[in-house]
C-alpha cells in the first residue's frame, strides 16, 4: 500500500481532489465527463505538471462492457452515469441525460500501474459495487474506503457493509453529508502541519480518523443505518411532509444546530485495523 497515495473515483469539478492535494496527498482522480475533466486539468494544471496530480478520463466499468462505454452526462452533473437505472431515475427527479462514449478505464490495470491506495473514496453513480469487486482480487487493500450508500433499500445498504466486511473492513461509520459543504475544520497535511479548509458544495469531506464521529463495529453501523431509513419514510425524497412550505428549510437549521441532520445521502466509510 502506498500511504501517500488516493484514488478519488468521482473526480467531478475537484471538490475532494483539492482536500486530498492540500493535504500532501498523490491523487490518482477518475472522471468520465469531458468537460469535467478538462475543466480540472486547467484548475489543477501546476499539480498535474509536478506529477501530483493524475487524471484519469473515461468511464469506470468492467471488461465485459468493451473498449468503450456509454456514458450519460446529466444536466445535474454529479449524477453522470453508466447505469440505465440511475438514469431513469435522475429522469424522475426532473433531471435529463445525454449519451457520449467514453473510454473505459480498467480499475485492476489502475492499481498494478499506480499501487493500492492509502484511501480510495468511490462515488461513481452506479459502478461503485464494481470497484469492491475488483478489489476482492488483491490481498492487499486501501486502509480507508468510502462509498455513497444507497438511498433506496436498507437491504441494499447491508450487502454494501457486508461486501466491506468480506474485504476485511471491521470499522465504520455513517457519514451523514447533508452539512459537509461549509464546514471548516483544522486538519494535518502528511508531514504533519495543521491547516484550515472549509468543504465546497458537492465535497465528500474528511476520511478515516478525521471525520469527527467514532467507528463502530459492522452491526452497529446497521443499528445506525435502520434508524436512518426511519428518517427517509418520514423525510426522505419524495416525502409528502418536506413538500409544505418552509418545512425543509426549517428542519435543515434545526438538525444543524442540534447535529442530528436530515436524511441528506450518507456515505459509508470503513477502515482496516492497524497491523
Same mark, same amino acid.
Given at each position: 500500500m502506498k500511504r501517500n497515495l488516493i484514488f478519488d473515483f468521482g473526480l467531478h469539478k475537484g471538490e475532494d481532489?483539492?482536500?486530498?492535494?492540500?493535504?500532501g496527498f498523490q491523487v490518482v482522480a477518475f472522471e468520465a465527463n469531458p468537460e469535467l475533466a478538462n475543466a480540472c486539468r486547467a484548475r +489543477?494544471?501546476?499539480?498535474?505538471?509536478? =506529477?501530483?496530480?493524475t487524471i484519469m478520463e473515461g468511464a469506470v466499468a468492467p471488461p465485459s462492457a468493451g473498449d468503450t462505454v456509454t456514458f450519460f %452526462?446529466?444536466?445535474?452533473? %454529479?449524477?453522470?452515469?453508466?447505469?440505465?437505472?440511475w438514469v431513469e431515475r435522475n429522469e424522475k427527479a426532473g433531471a435529463s441525460s445525454?449519451?457520449?462514449?467514453?473510454? &473505459?478505464?480498467? %480499475?485492476?490495470?489502475?492499481?498494478?500501474?499506480? =499501487?493500492?491506495?492509502? $484511501?480510495?473514496?468511490?462515488?461513481?453513480?452506479?459502478?461503485?459495487q464494481h470497484v469492491l469487486e %475488483?478489489?476482492?482480487? +488483491?490481498?492487499?487493500?486501501?486502509? $480507508?474506503?468510502?462509498?455513497?450508500?444507497?438511498?433506496?433499500? $436498507?437491504?441494499?445498504?447491508?450487502?454494501?457493509?457486508?461486501?466491506? &466486511?468480506?474485504l476485511g473492513y471491521n470499522r465504520f461509520k455513517a457519514v451523514q453529508q447533508e452539512y459537509i459543504p461549509g464546514m471548516r475544520d483544522?486538519?494535518?497535511?502528511?508531514?504533519?502541519?495543521? +491547516?484550515s479548509y472549509t468543504f465546497p458544495a458537492d465535497s465528500s469531506g474528511p476520511f478515516g480518523d478525521e471525520i469527527r464521529q467514532s467507528w463502530v463495529s459492522h452491526e452497529a453501523v446497521l443499528d445506525e443505518y435502520?434508524?436512518?431509513? &426511519?428518517?427517509?419514510?418520514?423525510? =426522505?425524497?419524495?416525502?409528502?411532509?418536506?413538500?409544505i412550505p418552509g418545512l425543509h428549510r426549517m428542519l435543515w437549521h434545526f438538525g444543524r444546530r442540534l447535529n442530528i441532520g436530515l436524511p441528506g445521502?450518507?456515505?459509508t466509510h470503513a477502515a482496516l485495523d492497524e497491523k
Open positions: 481532489t483539492a482536500f486530498y492535494l492540500a493535504k +489543477f494544471a501546476a499539480e498535474i505538471e509536478a =506529477g501530483l496530480l %452526462v446529466n444536466e445535474r452533473s %454529479v449524477w453522470g452515469t453508466i447505469d440505465k437505472d445525454k449519451k457520449i462514449t467514453a473510454q &473505459r478505464i480498467d %480499475v485492476a490495470d489502475t492499481i498494478q500501474k499506480f =499501487g493500492m491506495p492509502f $484511501y480510495m473514496k468511490i462515488d461513481i453513480e452506479g459502478a461503485d %475488483v478489489l476482492a482480487k +488483491f490481498p492487499e487493500k486501501p486502509k $480507508y474506503i468510502s462509498i455513497e450508500s444507497s438511498k433506496d433499500d $436498507y437491504q441494499d445498504v447491508v450487502s454494501e457493509c457486508d461486501r466491506l &466486511r468480506g483544522q486538519f494535518q497535511r502528511m508531514d504533519g502541519t495543521p +491547516f435502520r434508524s436512518i431509513f &426511519r428518517k427517509y419514510r418520514w423525510l =426522505g425524497s419524495g416525502s409528502a411532509l418536506l413538500r445521502w450518507y456515505d
